[in-house]
């Protein structure tokens, strides 16, 4: 019975010493300092070891996956010895489906193929390597004032600018993520019929879409189906349509309630 008990305590020292053993192996410093040594880049590269909020994957590909040296020319010595092993977007589009980049509408710095305008390829502080915290990204190129009045959307601080916009193609006009009334009326469903505008007798309620925006609207002269000698002026078929942004900033206003102007009637009627 003491033997047993005795050689019980033995195997599990030995056990003991054996998991002790084969972990200090592998948290060994010099064993993570080798696998970053693999990478001949790192010796000089110093500031790619530093860690970051998000790195990109393809990092761990190593950097002669988008780099190549230049036979005859020496590194660092020598201009233009480092080249990418291509442009962008192809060096992207290597590892990321093109096809989600193509679209009716495509953001100008995307159509141009312009990726590390917006992304780090290596590392960012950012999320999704972006180049700086949204929304100040978008306001690189984009004029900040716009966005910046006295009455901000409260959706701006509350999602940002991709809850509405995708960043890089969209079906839909202004890079948006669905029409102009369905991205509205995602939050605000209770806006979506008009009757918040004003009360009208008998249940009616105000147009909000469907129609054009008179402030906007263009005339066209078409001949007169009656009188075929002569014009009629038309409104133009591809004239702004009556939408929530008639009556509401999308962003920022100077005014109350998002209203492009004071007296927001005004903008179409007499009154
Ligand atoms: C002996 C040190 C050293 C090594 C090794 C080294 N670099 Fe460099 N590299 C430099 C220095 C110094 C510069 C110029 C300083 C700067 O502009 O940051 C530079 C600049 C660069 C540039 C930007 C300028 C250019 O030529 O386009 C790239 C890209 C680059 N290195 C990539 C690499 C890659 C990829 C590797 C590994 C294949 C590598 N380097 C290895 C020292 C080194
Ligand atoms: C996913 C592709 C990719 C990988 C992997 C990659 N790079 Fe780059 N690197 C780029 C691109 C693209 C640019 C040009 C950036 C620009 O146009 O602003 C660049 C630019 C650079 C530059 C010059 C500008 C800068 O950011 O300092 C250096 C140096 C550099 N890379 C070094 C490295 C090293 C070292 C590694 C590996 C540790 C590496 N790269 C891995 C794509 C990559
Ligand atoms: C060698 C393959 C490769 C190349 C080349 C490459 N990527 Fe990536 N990238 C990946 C992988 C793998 C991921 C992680 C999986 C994913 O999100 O698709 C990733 C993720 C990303 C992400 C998301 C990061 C996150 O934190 O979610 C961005 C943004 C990105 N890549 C941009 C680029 C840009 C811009 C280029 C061109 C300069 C590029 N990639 C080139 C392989 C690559
Ligand atoms: C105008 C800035 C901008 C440009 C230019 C841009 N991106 Fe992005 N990208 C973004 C933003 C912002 C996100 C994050 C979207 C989100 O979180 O909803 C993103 C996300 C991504 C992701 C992560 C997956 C996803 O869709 O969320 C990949 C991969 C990516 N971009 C690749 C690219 C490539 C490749 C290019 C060039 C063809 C490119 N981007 C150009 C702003 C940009
Ligand atoms: C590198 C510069 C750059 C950055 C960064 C950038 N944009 Fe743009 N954007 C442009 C240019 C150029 C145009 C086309 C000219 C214009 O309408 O001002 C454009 C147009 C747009 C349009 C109108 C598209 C259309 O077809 O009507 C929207 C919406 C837009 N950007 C949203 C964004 C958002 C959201 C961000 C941040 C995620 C952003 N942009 C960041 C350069 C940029
Ligand atoms: C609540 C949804 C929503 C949010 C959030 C939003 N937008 Fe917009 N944005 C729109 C709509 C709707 C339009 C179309 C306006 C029109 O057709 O008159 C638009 C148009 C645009 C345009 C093109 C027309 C113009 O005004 O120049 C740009 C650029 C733009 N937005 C950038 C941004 C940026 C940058 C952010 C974040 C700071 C942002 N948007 C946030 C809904 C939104
Ligand atoms: C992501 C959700 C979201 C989307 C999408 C959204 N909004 Fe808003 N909106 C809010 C929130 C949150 C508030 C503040 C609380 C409230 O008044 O309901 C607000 C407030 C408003 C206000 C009142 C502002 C004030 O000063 O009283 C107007 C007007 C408005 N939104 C119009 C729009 C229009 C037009 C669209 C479509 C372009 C839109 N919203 C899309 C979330 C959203
Ligand atoms: C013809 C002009 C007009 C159109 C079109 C319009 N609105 Fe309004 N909206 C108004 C007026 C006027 C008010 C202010 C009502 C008040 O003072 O109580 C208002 C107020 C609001 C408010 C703030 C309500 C509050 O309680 O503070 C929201 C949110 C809003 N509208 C959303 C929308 C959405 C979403 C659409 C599109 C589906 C839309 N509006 C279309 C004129 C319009
Ligand atoms: C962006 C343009 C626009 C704005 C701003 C606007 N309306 Fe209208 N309104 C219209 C259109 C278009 C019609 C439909 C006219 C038609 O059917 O011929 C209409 C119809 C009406 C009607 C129904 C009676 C009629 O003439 O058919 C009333 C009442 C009305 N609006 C009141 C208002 C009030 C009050 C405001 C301010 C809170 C306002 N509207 C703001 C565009 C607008």
């Not at 761990?60 to 201009?79: A, N, R």
């Not at 999704?128 to 190129?141: A, D, G, I, T």
């Amino acid at each position: 019975m003491r033997i047993k008990y005795l050689s019980v305590i033995k195997f599990l020292s030995i056990l003991t010493f054996l998991l002790l053993a084969s972990w200090l192996l592998t948290s060994d410093p010099c064993a993570q300092e080798k696998s970053a040594q693999e990478s001949p880049c790192l010796t000089c590269h110093l500031d790619f070891k530093k860690p970051a909020k998000s790195v990109h994957a393809a990092m761990g590909m190593g950097c002669e996956t988008c780099h190549m040296k230049v036979q005859g020319k020496e590194h660092p010595q020598d201009k233009g010895s480092v080249v990418l092993t291509s442009n962008t977007p192809d060096l992207c589009y290597n590892c990321h489906d093109q096809s989600k980049f193509k679209g009716n509408v495509i953001h100008a710095p995307v159509a141009g193929g312009m990726c590390t305008s917006c992304h780090n390829p290596h590392k960012s502080d950012s999320e999704k390597l972006l180049v700086s915290n949204m929304p100040e990204l978008c306001y690189m190129c984009h004029d900040k004032a716009k966005f910046t009045k006295k009455n901000v959307h409260a959706a701006i601080p509350a999602v940002g600018c991709t809850m509405c916009h995708s960043p890089h193609v969209s079906p839909n006009k202004s890079l948006l993520s669905g029409t102009i009334y369905d991205v509205c009326k995602s939050c605000h469903v209770n806006k979506a019929t008009g009757a918040h505008i004003v009360a009208l007798p008998g249940g009616k309620t105000h147009p909000i879409r469907g129609m054009p925006d008179p402030s906007t609207v263009k005339w066209i002269k078409v001949p007169d189906p009656k009188r075929p000698d002569r014009e009629i002026e038309v409104p133009d078929p591809k004239s702004p349509e009556l939408t929530c942004v008639s009556c509401h900033d999308p962003h920022s206003s100077d005014f109350r309630k998002l209203f492009p102007q004071d007296r927001i009637c005004k903008k179409c009627h007499k009154y």
